[in-house]
């Protein structure tokens, strides 16, 4: 399944996280806690900063950035839902690095029963 991520989205996100103070972890597992985004699936798969602070460019509440296809406001169920178990996965800085300083306009997240792939596009 390939997920598809605007730039402006991914570096705006790692920007808030870098910028924070307190970061939360991913189920209390240890070097989960550094600068980094969270690709989530559950009602839809977007990304989300991964600082503890929740309030974000003056709002209140956490920012999300749907994959383009997977938002559930702006398509169907049957559309945007992919099966399986619910996820969070750290998607680190040093992992985003070299794409956010690129050219780029769309980060491609690649996720298969056995691995996880990013690029860019």
Do not use: C
Request: hydrophobic fraction near 35%; glycine fraction near 10%; aromatic fraction near 10%.
């Amino acid at each position: 399944m390939d997920y598809k991520f605007k730039m402006e989205d991914v570096r705006a996100r790692l920007a808030h996280s870098k910028a924070a103070d307190e970061r939360g972890s991913l189920y209390g597992q240890e070097g989960t806690d550094g600068p980094g985004i969270w690709l989530v699936k559950d009602q839809g798969t977007y990304i989300m900063s991964n600082a503890s602070e929740m309030k974000e460019e003056g709002k209140d509440g956490r920012i999300v950035n749907y994959a383009e296809g997977f938002d559930p406001d702006k398509q169907e169920f049957e559309e945007w839902w992919v099966g399986g178990d619910d996820y969070v996965e750290l998607l680190s800085e040093e992992m985003l690095d070299r794409f956010v300083n690129s050219d780029s306009d769309t980060l491609v997240v690649s996720i298969t029963e056995t691995q996880m792939i990013i690029d860019a596009a």
